[in-house]
């Protein structure tokens, strides 16, 4: 079974500093990851992926995160926040064993929120 | 782009009535999701249908059940509404084995059982 830890619930910033949102997981076999953004009364949008290849990875509005299999990470960075980067971000894994394409293991979220 | 469709963004209803939400993507993905939303306590899946007519039962099923007739549409009912089932419902829709998964959500019905 995975689980997935986000470490923080709320993380506040100011406008143009960077921010690290942290994610940790648990699985027995290789993984596949996920960053997911939600901005208030709305879905859930993928913001970047990690599937193979290189541990850094790049995603949509300046996001990035790195994979490190070592300590069973991947943290989510943005160099620069914006104000409008104020929404819950979501880390989830998939396990790679079923194909990747089924379940998959949420956490509970961290609220960003970005100040003047 | 993906897109996945949810037939109300707002819905009151009352105690007891039977509820029907709806979801449609038009990718052509095998898989489609059925989670709420509920704070503090994240997203927990309801159901999901890996093909036409298949289901599996999710985290928390009780108090539901789905229907998958057609590939692009799945649909949550709630044969029997109460008011521990107000929440925010989430669609979700993915491919077999491409893309490891990834699940394109819907925008959301937030439900109240009055």
């Known amino acids: 079974a995975q689980s997935v830890t986000q470490l923080d619930s709320q993380v506040p910033v100011f406008e143009e500093a960077p921010v690290e949102l942290r994610c940790n997981y648990s699985?027995?076999?290789?993984?596949?990851l996920f960053w997911y953004v939600q901005y208030p009364n709305q879905g859930l949008q993928l913001l970047l992926k990690y599937l193979s290849g290189s541990t850094l990875v790049k995603g949509i509005n300046g996001f990035e995160a790195e994979f490190n299999k070592s300590q069973t990470s991947f943290h989510l960075r943005k160099p620069s926040v914006h104000i409008s980067d104020t929404a819950e971000y979501f880390c989830?894994?998939?396990?790679?064993?079923?194909?990747?394409?089924?379940?998959?293991?949420f956490g509970t979220g961290t609220q960003l929120k970005v100040e003047l | 782009d993906v897109k996945v469709t949810q037939s109300s963004r707002y819905l009151v209803k009352r105690t007891g009535e039977k509820v029907f939400l709806e979801c449609v993507q038009d990718m052509d993905h095998e898989n489609m999701f059925w989670y709420r939303q509920d704070p503090g306590l994240g997203l927990r899946l309801i159901y999901f249908s890996y093909d036409v007519k298949m289901k599996e039962k999710g985290d928390i099923p009780e108090g539901y059940s789905v229907s998958r007739e057609k590939k692009e549409r799945f649909s949550l009912i709630l044969e029997s509404a109460s008011t521990n089932q107000t929440s925010m419902y989430l669609c979700?829709?993915?491919?077999?084995?491409?893309?490891?998964?990834?699940?394109?959500f819907g925008p959301g019905t937030r439900l109240l059982v009055l």
């Open positions: 699985s027995s076999v290789s993984v596949y």
């Open positions: 979700a829709s993915s491919y077999g084995d491409r893309s490891g998964g990834a699940q394109y």
């Open positions: 989830a894994v998939s396990d790679r064993v079923t194909g990747g394409g089924n379940k998959l293991t």
